[in-house]
């Protein structure tokens, strides 16, 4: 049964393996993201960044809250582009696009 | 079919006229009332992200019969003797206080998705607009032979769920003697955590090796091989762990003995422990099982992705490892704290009158130790795609460590306290 295979792949190729897995090219979304589209963009970061880019004290994952908006963006797309040392946030970064990062830019230079 | 009756017949005992004069919440609330059941990674953050994304409009209660939020990840350094439960216990005071969440310490017994009500231990029934269940998972002991009279005595340990037994767990390794025999069985996937039973071997081999060098960590897996981060891990194992922790694959459990602590395999010889660790197969959710929502290979729940409402149950949605994962998609912590989010704003939206988010993402890191102060991740980004009607990974994102690192331990550290923070602060 096809949702039994599914069950199978999905956890022998949840970790590891993703980069040889058939994702799909990323959903289009209208040109420009509504307000409730980036809060929910930017809630995708705040598992390890803190909700809304504030981390606990003395964190070693840096805050995100308060940077500048064309300090975001430069960073994730350096990122992106690997030219940025990093563990995990070069494969974070691919996950999302230009507009995406420019967005979520502006939401997280607006956080104080 | 039957469904409906099956739920409604778990509304135990309580009238339904007594809705709202047996409890103090606000009988009326203008923009909806959500009840969240389980205070875990996924309900948690369902209650904290529905206030802040209703711009605190909405009622929400969350239930939940623990006292305080104990964090399974990070749980396996406990069984490892670095850290102690209380340095991953979190109160939920900062959801009553700071987002005015109503948390509730009792259990549900009955829901009637008809009537849209919930029966609780205490008496209380309460009328809902939105239910979002996250039971997290049960172990299925009864499918191994002697594993419910074993665990019942104390004897044979799982601790799938951070708690008691976490610590009991704990305690069975401390009181081996050197040169004992660490037994941990892991069961075919899906089930919580895919790296999770390698970070407890290689935790556990880490105390091992400092402390009762003449033992030894036998991982006896049901999987053809290691399921997360298997370079990684066998990486790590080797050079760590030479001659003390041995890994076998293949290794279905189909019996135990508790008394002389010995696991029987379906074509492997039997093998005897001094500490045997037995990681049982496990489901959703005990609720989610009980009140029939749970019909995928009678184990897990089927959700609409963009939503995560139960395709069985109208205005009940269902987050973290309760749900049948979508395609390449762990069942951890983070990523029920992923789901709680995505579902948080689809009820926000339609309880509101506004459009769902037609193209929601998630991303997932999970961070494993493989030593005392070394850790390796496994990520991920997920975007909803509509055709599929599921999340898939975005190609080109994600993937893993190129290799363990002691920055990667405190980056997992950092992680915990910060998604905590997230969830209840």
């Not at chain 2, 102690?84 to 009955?110: A, F, K, P």
């Not at chain 2, 149950?313 to 979508?326: E, F, T």
Request: aromatic content about 6%; glycine content about 8%.
């Amino acid at each position: 049964m096809i949702r039994g295979t599914w069950l199978v792949v999905g956890a022998l190729l949840c970790a590891g393996f993703v980069r040889i897995a058939c994702g799909e090219a990323e959903p289009q979304a209208d040109a420009t993201l509504s307000a409730t589209a980036v809060r929910a963009l930017a809630a995708s970061c705040a598992g390890c960044h803190g909700t809304d880019g504030h981390v606990v004290k003395g964190s070693k994952v840096p805050g995100i809250a308060g940077l500048s908006q064309d300090y975001f963006a430069m960073q994730m797309s350096a990122y992106r582009a690997g030219k940025i040392p990093s563990t995990v946030m070069q494969q974070i970064a691919k996950g999302y696009d230009e507009r995406e990062t420019v967005a979520l830019g502006a939401y997280f230079a607006a956080q104080r | 079919m039957q469904r409906r009756e099956l739920l409604r017949s778990l509304l135990a005992g309580g009238s339904l006229a007594a809705i709202g004069a047996c409890t103090s919440l606000p009988s009326s609330p203008k923009a909806g009332r959500v009840i969240v059941v389980g205070g875990g990674y996924g309900g948690a953050t369902a209650a904290k992200y529905l206030r802040l994304f209703s711009d605190r409009t909405l009622d929400v209660v969350l239930i939940e019969p623990q006292a305080s939020f104990i964090s399974s990840p990070l749980s396996n350094r406990v069984i490892g003797g670095q850290l102690q439960l209380s340095e991953l216990t979190v109160s939920y005071d900062g959801l009553r206080h700071e987002h005015g969440v109503h948390v509730l310490r009792d259990r549900v017994t009955g829901i009637a998705v008809d009537r849209q009500v919930i029966s609780l231990a205490s008496g209380k029934v309460l009328r809902y607009d939105k239910l979002v269940l996250a039971p997290g998972i049960e172990p299925m002991l009864d499918t191994i032979p002697g594993l419910a009279e074993g665990h019942a005595t104390g004897r044979i340990l799982q601790a799938w769920s951070a708690g008691a037994e976490t610590v009991a767990l704990r305690r069975q390794l401390e009181a081996m003697p050197d040169g004992g025999v660490v037994v941990i069985t892991i069961p075919e996937a899906p089930y919580r955590c895919p790296p999770a039973p390698y970070e407890r071997a290689s935790l556990v081999a880490a105390y091992c090796k400092q402390f009762k060098p003449r033992s030894k960590v036998l991982v006896l897996d049901a999987n053809q091989d290691v399921i997360a981060m298997g370079t990684l891990f066998k990486k790590a194992w080797s050079e760590l762990y030479p001659g003390l922790l041995e890994y076998r694959n293949h290794y279905v459990l189909t019996g135990v003995d508790a008394t002389s602590l010995t696991a029987h395999f379906d074509v492997a010889d039997d093998v005897r422990a001094d500490v045997l660790n037995v990681m049982a197969p496990v489901r959703a959710g005990r609720l989610a099982v009980e009140s029939g929502l749970a019909t995928i290979n009678q184990r897990w729940c089927e959700v609409d992705f963009l939503t995560f409402e139960s395709t069985l149950g109208a205005n009940v949605h269902i987050v973290g490892d309760s749900i049948h994962s979508a395609p390449m998609m762990p069942k951890s912590g983070f990523m029920a704290n992923a789901h709680a989010k995505v579902a948080a704003a689809a009820i926000a939206a339609q309880l509101s009158g506004q459009s769902v988010n037609a193209a929601p993402k998630l991303a997932n890191t999970c961070y494993s130790f493989v030593s005392q102060s070394e850790a390796i991740h496994s990520a991920a980004v997920y975007g909803y795609v509509a055709e599929a009607k599921t999340f898939k990974p975005i190609q080109g994102a994600g993937g893993v460590s190129p290799a363990r690192s002691t920055l990667e331990a405190q980056y997992a550290d950092a992680w915990a306290h910060n998604i905590w923070a997230d969830m209840l602060a």
